[in-house]
């Protein structure tokens, strides 16, 4: 797994969560979502529903999030000291017309904005900083997106280009496709991916939901007085 996440720049691996597990995390969300329609942290669409700063606003589903299975896959392929840089829940509804173009994940939320050299492309969202860093951290962090329900080519599975993480930071027209994979993943399974791989997602055809949990982690100290604005540490 440690291999094929460094060669390819992402792994799969099912049976992470029971459905018991995955029932209690959706009954926390929907309990959630009901009685805060109307917090700036939640984007609602006919294509979309997305919570940024998932694990603050429902910090009750981090006792489930963080099993031991997911521990030990966390331990076990990245080593001890991570934490949580950022984390959003996305809800793909069942006809949604959404999709994402072939993209990197190049900034990192943070708690100020100051002038710090290859600190780049500052922006500012419902009072939460965003930039882009140096490469040299963006190498170094993963993502793990949790599915709560079977996600397929059909209901927009992420696709990727293979090895594309290890080519740093370029521009999307100069990307060349040789190696697609789309990333089918069971219902309680999770994908691990690098940040600077190129993935994407399609539309959905198949009238069936995508509920997908997305956090970030890093082990770095960012410079000058700067913080990771979502850093929140992993449940034992």
Not at 74 to 102: L, M, R
Not at 154 to 172: E, P, Q, T, W, Y
Request: one cysteine or more; charged letters at 30%; proline letters at 3%.
């Amino acid at each position: 797994m440690k291999n094929e996440i460094t060669s390819e720049g992402f792994t799969i691996l099912n049976n992470v969560y029971t459905e018991n597990e995955l029932e209690k995390l959706i009954s926390l969300i929907e309990k959630k979502t009901e009685s805060n329609t109307e917090n700036a942290t939640f984007r609602k669409s006919q294509d979309l529903f997305a919570i940024r700063q998932f694990h603050k606003e429902i910090p009750e589903t981090l006792d489930f999030i963080f099993n031991q299975n997911l521990k030990d896959i966390i331990e076990n392929t990245f080593g001890k000291g991570y934490f949580i840089t950022k984390s959003i829940y996305f809800d793909k509804p069942e006809k949604s017309n959404w999709f994402v173009a072939y993209h990197q994940d190049l900034t990192i939320s943070v708690n100020k904005k100051i002038e710090i050299e290859n600190f780049e492309n500052w922006t500012v969202k419902q009072n939460q900083f965003a930039v882009q860093p140096p490469t040299a951290i963006l190498e170094k962090n993963f993502t793990i997106r949790i599915h709560i329900d079977k996600t397929t080519k059909d209901n927009g599975a992420l696709k990727v280009i293979n090895n594309s993480h290890s080519k740093g930071i370029f521009r999307v027209e100069n990307l060349e496709i040789e190696n697609e994979t789309i990333c089918e993943v069971e219902k309680g399974g999770i994908m691990i991916m690098k940040p600077l791989l190129f993935h994407a997602s399609n539309k959905t055809t198949n009238n069936e939901r995508r509920r997908v949990i997305h956090i970030e982690f890093s082990n770095q100290q960012l410079p000058d007085g700067l913080d990771w604005s979502e850093k929140d540490f992993i449940r034992n």
